[in-house]
């Protein structure tokens, strides 16, 4: 059987254990979405997804979640390139005629994205974070739809005003944005994925429901989080030479309601600052702060753009390539009415912190 529609893919597909469970309603700021998913792993999306949760009784989007499942014949995979300075082969695709299908080399998880059906089928109860994440695309593929950019930041916000922090990977940027979840008030936005849009004289930022993945460098670094590792891991890591620890790949969950207690978290509210960390960990020049043209700064520019990924379709239908780069044009018009400040020197979260506070308090 070929393998060259959506309705092929379909036909191979049963969806109907899903499509009897209790809905799962979800609201993002201006887009809802539905969850259908039957089984444990349910129970495990409702908990992570909990301060999103909302009645929903016409969805923008529709996700189907199916364990166990399989194409036969596969499909002819093609690698998605990744981007500069990554390795190793992650994603693969399938192109339809009408759809898209994205493989996760890893751990067997295939994706159908399509304008009529979207599903997650493999072993998705084992790989549930790759669930969360693919229900998080579909309301970035949504906003951007409508003219949003995506930007690889985080972001909080208070009081009318929001700060999104972007920086190169592993450059600070969830340690930074939870030093500014200890100022009083505070709402956490989103911790990698910040869509923005022009507003007017303004700016509107939109997060998504994913819970910062933290390094245990961050953890040890924040008195508040210690109780997130075991006493023996804790003496494990303090022991280990700096450089070591700060290159550690070990990602641990960190749900915010259980931190920093219930409604500290937000998604939508007008984005008024933004930072770019262009700091050095052997910098011995204080940390320093200065308003920049973005225009003028295509290094930060590039710091902050993010491109869709393999899922990203089009409205006409057409789906992205991985050749495709992000519009820098396009990102100068979303941020053009919000201030725009780098960060340089010395890497040093006391002094973040610091000039959070400074930030929120006038």
């Known amino acids: 059987m070929s393998l060259t529609t959506v309705s092929d893919i379909a036909a191979q597909l049963e969806l109907s254990g899903a499509q009897a469970a209790e809905p799962l309603g979800l609201r993002v700021g201006p887009v809802s979405v539905c969850i259908l998913c039957e089984g444990p792993l349910r129970d495990v999306l409702a908990d992570y997804f909990k301060e999103a949760t909302d009645v929903v009784a016409d969805p ?7 364990e166990g499942q399989a194409l036969d014949p596969a499909p002819a995979w093609q690698d998605w390139a990744r981007e500069p300075g990554k390795t190793g082969r992650k994603d693969a695709i399938h192109d339809l005629t009408d759809g898209r299908l994205i493989h996760k080399r890893r751990t067997g998880v295939t994706f159908l994205q399509s304008t009529d059906l979207l599903v997650a089928f493999g072993p998705v109860t084992e790989n549930a974070n790759q669930v969360v994440n693919f229900v998080n695309t579909q309301v970035l593929n949504n906003r951007q739809r409508a003219g949003w ?12 005003r929001t700060l999104a922090i ?17 100022i009083p008030g505070m709402s956490f936005m989103t911790n990698d994925r910040l869509l923005v ?3 007017g004289l303004g700016a509107q930022g939109l997060g998504i429901p994913k819970h910062p993945r933290i390094n245990p460098g961050t953890i040890l670094g924040n008195d508040r989080l210690h109780d997130m590792l075991s006493a023996q891991r804790k003496a494990e890591l303090r022991a280990m030479p700096a450089d070591d620890l700060w290159q550690l790949e070990e990602k641990y969950d960190l749900f915010i ?9 937000t998604y939508a509210a007008p984005l008024t600052d933004f930072w770019v960390l262009n700091w050095q960990r052997d910098e011995e020049q204080v940390t320093m702060i200065e308003e920049v043209d973005l225009a003028a700064r295509p290094d930060l520019l590039a710091a902050i753009m993010k491109s869709a990924g393999p899922f990203y379709q089009f409205p006409d239908g057409s789906f992205l ?6 519009d820098p044009e396009g990102y100068l018009a979303a941020l053009r009415n919000v201030r725009v400040q780098e960060v340089t020197g010395r890497l040093d979260f006391d002094a973040i912190a610091y000039l959070g506070r400074e930030l929120f308090d006038a």
Do not use: N
Request: charged share 20%.
């Open 60 to 66: 923008d989007i529709t996700v189907h979640v199916v």
């Open 149 to 160: 950019e995506i930007c690889h930041a985080a972001a909080v916000s208070k009081g009318g």
């Open 166 to 182: 972007a920086g190169l990977s592993g450059g600070g940027k969830s340690t930074s944005i939870l030093r500014m979840m200890d």
């Open 197 to 199: 849009q022009a507003d």
């Open 257 to 265: 309601s259980d931190i920093y207690g219930a409604g500290r978290i």
């Open 321 to 326: 390539r991985d050749t495709a780069a992000p």
